[in-house]
């Protein structure tokens, strides 16, 4: 599946999903809820990582490995006329945006890049929501990667978590977010023993939702984030359940002319 974030933004909200800094040795918080996923007794019993009653047990038996994680790609839209129909297409601003992100994607699908340990990576689906913007970004994207199968999901629609005060018509949708959320983030099945590569062409507020689900940050901190359309925010989710945030609204592979927002 293909999900659809850069800069220096990446690094603050990593370390705020790690937990404390310096000397301690804890990948964690204290506060971090391990269980986010409710699938934590899923996990191997010789888990490197364990929660229990308010401490952390390290099992340190050597035939354990982190074996495998879920990469996510989480695709923001392209940019699409304005207008008062649900039905909005594309401009042909949001053609070429949706292009160049075909064409990154297709570039990390194909080899090593700059990185000599780098492995070319096979996505599996591009899972988009039926909405027009997010479907033909998605056909563009897939004439990129024409060998990756194209799925269409109503969860991944459009919907904000809090009431924003410049729109105050545009009412919250909690549990349509949560639903997509539980459907498609979670950590890697114990039988899974490679990495798998994921893509998903949505919306700025469900990507902003799940980035704060899945970082457990305040879900305020949804209105402080701002994505470029078509830009990529990547997250990997490891078989322990810890995840991490690779990319927020990566867009620096596109012009500076062709950078617009929502």
């Known amino acids: 599946a293909v999900i659809a974030a850069g800069g220096s933004a990446v690094a603050l909200f990593a370390a705020v999903s790690v937990g404390k800094s310096g000397g301690d040795s804890k990948p964690l918080s204290a506060d971090w809820d391990c269980n986010w ?6 996990a191997k019993q010789s888990g490197v990582r364990r929660y229990t009653e308010d401490k952390y047990e390290y099992h340190r038996k050597e035939d354990y490995k982190n074996k495998s994680n879920r990469h996510i790609f989480l695709i923001q839209h392209a940019n699409h006329k304005t207008c008062t129909s649900s039905d909005k297409k594309l401009t042909a601003e949001g053609y070429e945006q949706a292009d160049l992100t075909g064409k990154r994607l297709a570039k990390l699908s194909k080899g090593p890049g700059m990185a000599k340990k780098r492995r070319a990576i096979q996505f599996k689906h591009i899972i988009y929501s039926p909405q027009t913007t997010t479907r033909e970004t998605a056909e563009r994207i897939s004439k990129h ?3 990756v199968t ?6 991944l629609n459009e919907g904000p978590p809090i009431q924003t005060s410049q729109d105050p018509d545009w ?5 349509h977010l949560e639903t997509a959320f539980r459907k498609y983030i979670y950590r890697p099945d114990p039988e899974q023993a490679e990495d798998t590569y994921e893509t998903m062409v949505c919306h700025a507020d ?7 689900k899945s970082l457990q940050l305040p879900l305020k901190a949804w209105s402080r984030m701002s994505l470029y359309h078509s830009s990529v925010t ?11 945030l690779k990319m927020l609204g990566d867009a620096g592979f596109m012009p500076h002319n062709l950078l617009t927002k929502p």
């Open 150 to 155: 194209m799925l269409s999901c109503d969860s």
């Open 171 to 175: 009412k919250p949708d909690l549990d």
């Open 145 to 147: 990667l024409p060998s």
């Open 206 to 212: 469900l990507i902003r939702y799940i980035v704060c």
């Open 37 to 42: 996923d409710s699938r934590a007794s899923l």
């Open 234 to 244: 990547k997250l990997v989710v490891q078989q322990d359940g810890n995840v991490r």
